[in-house]
């Protein structure tokens, strides 16, 4: 007999916010597991909005969210432990050391201490962080609190993680770090949605990108058929956007000002 499908790791369904005005306006959005997915939209275009419903951080006036099959609304403590957050801007305890805040998260999510410390020590070791594990987080670059987050994000092996920004602050060396690590969870069957306004990013590392703009999903797929959409075979996703989001015809090329979007690449 055929085995049945697995359900979507997300799967949006008429999500809706307005703040004082219209923030997300009926977005529908479905994301399979193990696939690393790429939502980018102008400044405003409701990016973190959705992201932070997603997470429960806030409520949607309509719609649904789905995660790995849970209501996330009808049952939020079951899909949160399936989920990792990370904003842009990292929050962590600034009196522990890396290693006990990982140590007081792997706690949380009630995980075998030996286990805990294991995990720990592998997010140090892989985000370039070993050396820093006995200072406290008061003392460390901005760049390296975001490892320390993102690091405390994972620790539990989330099977959904959701990134708002994650490489804001970081170096070369370390995005290249970061990037490892995450495309190491999705080829362990972990899904990854990640916005950016750094499109070689999103260009390297997403199989597929959606692009928002005014709260709603405008084009969806992987880069050659959004190229194909608009026209514009083998150019890059700089140009591409531009065209999905209105601008690209009226705004010179690299200008990115506007739309609120950088081209510099982190690392190779």
């Known amino acids: 007999m055929p085995q049945p499908s697995s359900p979507p790791a997300l799967e949006l369904r008429g999500l809706t916010k307005s703040f004082d005005r219209p923030a997300v306006a009926g977005l529908d959005l479905s994301l399979r597991a193990g696939e690393f997915y790429g939502l980018l939209g102008p400044n405003g275009a ?11 951080l806030i409520r949607p006036d309509a719609g649904s969210v789905r995660i790995c099959g849970i209501d996330a609304l009808d049952d939020p403590v079951s899909a949160k432990r399936l989920v990792a957050w990370v904003s842009d801007e990292p929050m962590i305890y600034d009196k522990l050391t890396p290693r006990e805040y990982l140590e007081f998260v792997a706690g949380l999510w009630g995980m075998d201490p030996r286990d805990g410390e294991a995990e720990a020590d592998a997010l140090l070791a892989r985000l370039g962080l070993f050396g ?30 959701i990134l708002d920004e994650p490489l804001t602050g970081l170096d070369a060396a370390a995005a290249r770090n970061v990037k490892d690590v995450l495309l190491s969870r999705v080829a362990a069957g972990a899904t990854v949605v990640m916005t950016t306004h750094i499109l ?7 199989e597929r990108i959606g692009v928002i703009a005014a709260g709603r999903l405008v084009a969806e797929g992987t880069l050659d058929e959004l190229r194909t959409r608009v026209g514009r075979g083998g150019t890059s996703l700089e140009e591409v956007f531009l065209d999905l989001v209105g601008a690209g015809r009226e705004m ?7 739309a609120g979007l950088e081209t510099g690449d982190l690392a190779a």
């Open 46 to 56: 409701g990016k973190t909005t959705t992201l932070r419903m997603v997470a429960g």
């Open 132 to 161: 820093e594990a006995g200072r406290r987080c008061e003392g460390l670059s901005k760049g390296m609190r975001q490892k320390v987050a993102l690091a405390g994000a994972l620790i539990h092996r989330p099977r959904l993680i």
């Open 200 to 206: 070689e990013v999103a260009e390297r590392m997403a």
């Open 252 to 258: 010179p090329a690299g200008d990115l000002a506007k």
